[in-house]
């Protein structure tokens, strides 16, 4: 993969950290983890579930931790040394695991719920009233008035002076 640089961005950008930190670890050259597999999808207009297969695991085994825009899923099975079976063929994976996930601004974790080996965790965006675009309606006619600013004495007051 052809690593990009953002140098130039940088120097005149202010505000974009998140942004550029984002891009470089797309970019970066590390594959993926590919365990445990997960699906995201759109439920709603502003809604999202993340899905994540995690056979044998327990909701003790699991944790879910929101910092900073990013969510962060662990999964720690602990396995009982005297129930330790002799496997003859492993193949439903248990081991260890961190996934994160990078969220946009306004993205809130609503919910989470263990059921048959998946973990969904629910999310909206919320965007708050002042951030949300409104529409400003445009005058059919012009007032004729200066606009007045304080401090200042209009034209019609000096002349009365």
């Not at 050259?29 to 044998?56: D, F, K, L, M, Q």
């Not at 260890?96 to 998946?118: I, K, M, P, S, Y």
């Not at 973990?119 to 309606?137: G, Q, T």
């Amino acid at each position: 993969m052809r690593q990009f640089d953002l140098a130039p961005l940088y120097r005149s950008t202010v505000g974009f950290d998140r942004l550029f930190s984002a891009l470089d670890q797309f970019a970066s050259t590390e594959t993926a983890p590919s365990y445990p597999p997960y699906n995201i999808e759109r439920t709603g207009e502003n809604a999202y579930r993340i899905t994540v297969a995690v056979a044998g695991f327990t909701e003790e085994d699991l944790s879910i931790e929101v910092r900073e825009n990013a969510l962060t899923l662990r999964g720690d099975r602990k396995v009982d040394a005297e129930k330790r079976a002799e496997f003859l063929h492993q193949g439903i994976a248990a081991r260890t695991f961190e996934r994160r996930f990078q969220l946009a601004d306004h993205v809130q974790v609503t919910g989470a719920v263990l059921e048959n080996g998946l973990l969904h965790v629910d999310l909206v965006r919320e965007v708050p009233e002042a951030k949300k675009p409104r529409r400003i309606e445009i005058a059919s006619h012009r007032c004729s008035a200066a606009p007045v600013i304080e401090g200042q004495v209009a034209e019609g007051d000096r002349k009365a002076a």
